[in-house]
């Protein structure tokens, strides 16, 4: 962390005996907020209104129980930049771990510089590598530079619809969903026109929303996400579990039996929405390679944007049949990953003795930085 910097200003002042573990109430701030109760570490939940009580009530810490000490409730999540939320943070010795919504609630009304230099308070992890999750957007090394820095392979992307000369998928804003995207398949050019152009007069997808469009060629096989943790205290790559996607509504049209399935009709386009997550494992044969392509993406995050990655990260893949089978990484996330369930897998265990969720390691991590002062080194 660079000396002089608001995080660094902060923790020089900060309580390390009351540290607050901090996260927007979304995603994966239960896992968090469980994780850090587990190390003796203060829990906060930044909330929206309308969406408090799953925190304010429901799960906040009881005499026996819960686990969220406190909840902030704003009118919307990006009213976390307001210097009067960030002060009250500040004396709250927050430690603020990032999630997914995070960041596409504050893309809403802020660029990432303003993000940056918003946040007062100590993240846990790189608020630089945010943006290298988006596809060429504010940052020369987005994902899919990172990518390819570290020699990993991803879906062949295509220059547009005139380049289709295979099954590909379409990834394009969501005209009602601003931080959602669109997903369709196509498989030529006039398929592609006819397919967008009903998505359009559905106002699942707009004109301009498709001129943005990443274009990449479909990679048939079972997807799987690998999610790790890269450990400055101990200056290693974790597999902390894997995991798939449940996703509205493709996963209940996949259970009809295809007379069923043929009723939809031909117009139909099923929805590819995130609706959950649930446990999946890998052939021990598969393991080693995992490993590889954790390592050689955390080295390259390290040289590209330096830090680079601290704490979790996911790897998210198909496995392609080959042979020999391997991994297509179709998306990164540089952060922790929305599932819970990943503990539910064997690797953490094989590593601690113990099932551990990312909540948990996350703790245990700053803990142990924490013991060391070594918060420095986990915390920009």
Known sequence: MAQGSPAADALAKYDRRALTVCSIGSHSALDVCLGAKKYGLRTLVVAAKGREQTYASHYRTREVGGCVDETIVLDKFADILDPTVQRDMLAHNVIFVPNRSFEVYLRQRYAYDEIERGMLVPFFGSRRLLR??????????????????????YPRRLTGPSDIDRLAIVKAPHAKVSFERAFFLTTDPLHYRERSAELVERGIVTVDGLATAVFEEYVVGPTVNLNFFWSPM???VELLGTDTRRQTDIDGARALLAREQAALGDGYVPGMEEAGHIATTLTESMLEQAFDLGSRFVHAARDAMPPGIIGPFALQCVIAAGPPKSFVVYDVSLRIPGSPGTKYTPYSAYRWGVEMSVGERIAKEIAAARDADRLADICT
């Open 132 to 153: 290298a999750e988006e596809r060429g957007e504010d940052a020369p090394d987005d994902q899919y530079s990172l990518l390819d820095r570290a020699g990993i392979r």
């Open 234 to 236: 101990l200056g290693e």
